[in-house]
């Protein structure tokens, strides 16, 4: 059985709507040490109201473009 992880895609997603990470905080209300260790997958629970926070936050309404499984060896 392979290994899974949750990656999240928040470094992505800025990127795109060309945003820091501070600025998608403050648009989200979640504190910067809070989302940083979640944008750099170092956090490993993940809190379903800042998921969808970002998720209004960016007019985001499918969360597979905010988190994924993926394979272990994958990532």
């Given at each position: 059985?392979k290994?899974?992880?949750i990656?999240v895609?928040?470094?992505?997603?800025?990127?795109?709507?060309?945003?820091?990470?501070r600025?998608?905080?403050?648009?989200?209300?979640i504190?910067?040490?809070a989302?940083s260790?979640?944008?750099?997958?170092?956090?490993?629970?993940i809190?379903?109201?800042h998921?969808?926070r970002?998720?209004?936050?960016?007019?985001?309404?499918?969360?597979?473009?905010i988190?994924?499984?993926?394979?272990?060896e994958?990532?």
């Amino acid at each position: 059985m392979k290994t899974k992880r949750i990656v999240v895609h928040i470094l992505e997603l800025i990127e795109q709507e060309n945003i820091s990470l501070r600025e998608l905080g403050r648009q989200a209300d979640i504190q910067i040490s809070a989302l940083s260790p979640l944008a750099s997958g170092k956090k490993q629970r993940i809190d379903l109201g800042h998921l969808k926070r970002i998720a209004e936050a960016l007019d985001i309404d499918d969360m597979n473009k905010i988190i994924s499984i993926e394979d272990e060896e994958d990532v």
